[in-house]
């Protein structure tokens, strides 16, 4: 069970990840501006384990889904501190709201949401941010670190690229599919703890999985959704087994 307290919210002033920007153009006559971020490209992998005929997927607490979560369900979740000399001496811890029935743990503001809020269940995948590196190259490294399972490249097949976020962001995401069995496993998975990863593998039997995919109370991404209907569709009449429709 995730514990999530001491939030604190803050500016964002520099990172590796995102960059905001603001874009100036006239379309059609009309003149127009946009936000949009700037992000890594990525990938994910659509793992099936032939052994035990279950999709192998990864499930980890995000932060932008705990913290969305909380601006649905409550109405005032934590707000960023300002510029300047509030932000000098540190970020705007979350502000109080009113209790829940008992007492809230150490360091958790009270009506703040569980930390189930914010978990999800995701393909496993990672950033484009190697550029020596081919995609397959990167989507098996994320397999092995995230999953324990050794694929080798040539046993990646490539589903399709697709654009995310389209709205704000617009980064190119190449989904590819692999099959492993219980022989390619050499790890527990889980992620670099290095690097802040702290991430749990899951099975999803293949017989359970459309009734999975649309599961509204399954938190998942749509990677996992779309996913599981590419194999429906392609891979399913191979095993012979009801992917449940």
């Known amino acids: 069970m995730e514990q999530i307290n001491n939030i604190e919210v803050g500016p964002c002033t520099n990172s590796n990840y995102l960059k ?20 890594h490209d990525s990938v994910s992998v659509l793992i099936f384990n032939t052994t035990s005929h279950c999709f192998v997927l990864v499930k980890q607490f995000r932060p932008a889904v705990y913290m969305c979560e909380w601006e649905r369900t409550k109405p005032q979740p934590p707000e960023p501190a300002e510029e300047g000399a509030a932000a000098a001496e540190g970020a705007t811890p979350a502000p109080q709201a009113d209790a829940p ?11 703040q949401p569980p930390a189930s809020a914010g978990v999800t269940y995701e393909l496993c995948a ?34 399709t690229s697709y654009r995310s ?5 617009g980064a190119k995401q190449t989904m590819f599919y692999a099959e492993v069995s219980d022989d390619n496993r050499v790890g527990e998975g889980g992620g670099e703890p290095q690097e802040g990863e702290l991430i749990e593998v899951v099975t999803v039997p293949l017989h359970e999985a459309m009734t ?23 891979m399913s009449p191979k095993y012979k087994i009801s992917t449940n429709v």
């Open 126 to 159: 990672g950033l484009v941010d190697k550029p020596n590196l081919s995609l397959e190259e990167i989507a098996r490294q994320e397999v092995l670190e995230e999953c324990g399972y050794d694929v080798p490249v040539a046993k990646l097949r490539r589903i």
């Open 20 to 39: 905001p920007f603001r874009v100036h153009y006239n379309q059609n006559g009309t003149k127009k501006s946009w936000d949009f971020m700037r992000t």
């Open 212 to 234: 999975f995919a649309y599961d509204e109370s399954v938190p998942k991404t749509m990677g996992v959704i779309f996913s599981f209907i590419w194999f429906h569709n392609n």
């Open 165 to 169: 976020g389209v709205g704000v962001m």
């Open 101 to 111: 029935d008992g007492d809230a743990q150490e360091g958790e503001t009270p009506g």
